[in-house]
Protein backbone atom coordinates (compact mmCIF):
# COMPACT_ATOMS: atom_id res chain seq x y z
CA UNK A 1 0.00 0.00 0.00
CA UNK A 2 1.10 3.31 -0.77
CA UNK A 3 1.16 6.25 1.69
CA UNK A 4 -0.55 9.33 0.87
CA UNK A 5 0.58 12.80 2.53
CA UNK A 6 -1.88 14.43 4.58
CA UNK A 7 -2.32 17.61 2.44
CA UNK A 8 -4.62 19.25 0.00
CA UNK A 9 -3.17 17.82 -2.95
CA UNK A 10 -6.14 15.38 -4.64
CA UNK A 11 -4.67 11.97 -4.59
CA UNK A 12 -5.12 11.50 -8.67
CA UNK A 13 -2.25 14.10 -8.04
CA UNK A 14 -0.34 12.42 -5.39
CA UNK A 15 -0.18 9.41 -8.06
CA UNK A 16 0.90 11.77 -11.08
CA UNK A 17 3.83 12.91 -9.46
CA UNK A 18 4.80 9.53 -8.11
CA UNK A 19 4.46 8.72 -11.57
CA UNK A 20 6.65 12.00 -12.65
CA UNK A 21 9.44 11.08 -9.87
CA UNK A 22 9.64 7.48 -11.35
CA UNK A 23 10.63 8.72 -14.35
CA UNK A 24 12.28 11.56 -13.50
CA UNK A 25 14.92 9.28 -11.04
CA UNK A 26 14.85 6.89 -14.33
CA UNK A 27 12.56 3.65 -12.58
CA UNK A 28 10.34 4.24 -15.69
CA UNK A 29 11.71 5.40 -19.46
CA UNK A 30 10.39 6.73 -22.68
CA UNK A 31 8.19 3.68 -24.98
CA UNK A 32 7.65 1.54 -21.25
CA UNK A 33 4.48 0.73 -20.87
CA UNK A 34 2.63 1.38 -17.18
CA UNK A 35 0.94 -0.63 -15.24
CA UNK A 36 -2.85 -1.24 -16.33
CA UNK A 37 -5.15 1.23 -14.64
CA UNK A 38 -7.40 -2.23 -12.59
CA UNK A 39 -3.17 -3.24 -11.63
CA UNK A 40 -1.75 0.17 -10.15
CA UNK A 41 -5.56 0.75 -8.62
CA UNK A 42 -4.81 -2.50 -6.58
CA UNK A 43 -1.70 -1.97 -5.66
CA UNK A 44 -2.41 1.67 -4.56
CA UNK A 45 -5.44 0.63 -2.75
CA UNK A 46 -7.26 3.21 -4.29
CA UNK A 47 -10.25 3.14 -7.21
CA UNK A 48 -9.86 2.21 -10.06
CA UNK A 49 -11.56 5.88 -10.94
CA UNK A 50 -8.66 7.69 -9.39
CA UNK A 51 -5.98 6.30 -11.19
CA UNK A 52 -7.26 6.63 -14.83
CA UNK A 53 -8.07 10.27 -13.81
CA UNK A 54 -4.31 10.14 -12.91
CA UNK A 55 -3.11 8.79 -16.48
CA UNK A 56 -5.64 11.01 -18.22
CA UNK A 57 -3.91 13.76 -16.66
CA UNK A 58 -0.52 12.62 -17.43
CA UNK A 59 -1.59 12.10 -20.88
CA UNK A 60 -3.09 15.85 -21.22
CA UNK A 61 -0.03 17.28 -19.80
CA UNK A 62 2.18 14.78 -22.68
CA UNK A 63 3.70 12.95 -20.04
CA UNK A 64 2.04 9.47 -21.12
CA UNK A 65 0.05 8.36 -24.03
CA UNK A 66 -2.69 6.03 -24.54
CA UNK A 67 -2.87 2.78 -27.37
CA UNK A 68 -6.29 2.01 -27.47
CA UNK A 69 -6.61 -1.42 -26.15
CA UNK A 70 -2.91 -2.02 -24.85
CA UNK A 71 -2.42 0.37 -22.51
CA UNK A 72 -0.69 3.72 -21.30
CA UNK A 73 3.05 4.47 -22.06
CA UNK A 74 5.97 7.08 -21.05
CA UNK A 75 6.64 9.63 -24.16
CA UNK A 76 10.01 9.65 -25.49
CA UNK A 77 10.37 13.08 -23.82
CA UNK A 78 8.39 12.58 -20.85
CA UNK A 79 11.08 13.93 -18.19
CA UNK A 80 12.35 16.89 -20.40
CA UNK A 81 8.50 17.62 -20.07
CA UNK A 82 7.88 17.10 -16.17
CA UNK A 83 11.55 19.27 -15.52
CA UNK A 84 10.37 22.51 -17.56
CA UNK A 85 6.85 22.32 -16.29
CA UNK A 86 8.52 21.40 -12.53
CA UNK A 87 11.21 24.29 -13.21
CA UNK A 88 8.82 26.78 -14.17
CA UNK A 89 6.10 26.07 -11.47
CA UNK A 90 9.28 26.28 -8.57
CA UNK A 91 10.80 29.11 -10.29
CA UNK A 92 7.48 31.30 -10.19
CA UNK A 93 5.97 29.87 -7.14
CA UNK A 94 8.20 28.75 -4.29
CA UNK A 95 11.58 30.36 -5.24
CA UNK A 96 9.41 33.90 -5.06
CA UNK A 97 8.94 32.61 -1.22
CA UNK A 98 12.52 32.20 -1.04
CA UNK A 99 13.90 34.81 -2.23
CA UNK A 100 11.32 36.71 0.00
CA UNK A 101 12.91 35.08 2.93
CA UNK A 102 16.07 35.85 1.91
CA UNK A 103 15.56 39.39 1.48
CA UNK A 104 14.11 39.76 5.07
CA UNK A 105 16.93 37.67 6.66
CA UNK A 106 19.49 39.85 4.55
CA UNK A 107 20.97 36.65 3.29
CA UNK A 108 23.53 37.59 0.44
CA UNK A 109 23.57 36.55 -2.96
CA UNK A 110 27.28 35.52 -2.19
CA UNK A 111 26.15 33.42 1.09
CA UNK A 112 23.32 31.78 -1.11
CA UNK A 113 25.75 30.39 -3.83
CA UNK A 114 28.37 29.27 -0.64
CA UNK A 115 25.71 27.26 0.74
CA UNK A 116 24.13 25.97 -2.52
CA UNK A 117 27.62 24.93 -3.64
CA UNK A 118 28.21 23.23 -0.20
CA UNK A 119 25.22 21.67 -0.70
CA UNK A 120 25.93 20.09 -4.03
CA UNK A 121 29.51 18.82 -2.95
CA UNK A 122 27.94 16.74 -0.02
CA UNK A 123 25.14 15.15 -2.40
CA UNK A 124 26.94 14.11 -5.46
Known sequence: MVAFK????????????????DILAGRLSGGQRLQSVRECAGEMEVNVNTVMRSY?????????????????FVADDASEVIAGRRRREFLEGEMTDVFRQLRLLNVTPEQLTAMYNDYISKNN
Request: aromatic share 12%; proline share 0%; charged share 20%.
Open 56 to 72: EYLAQQGVIFNRRGIGF
Open 6 to 21: ENNKSIFLQIADMICE
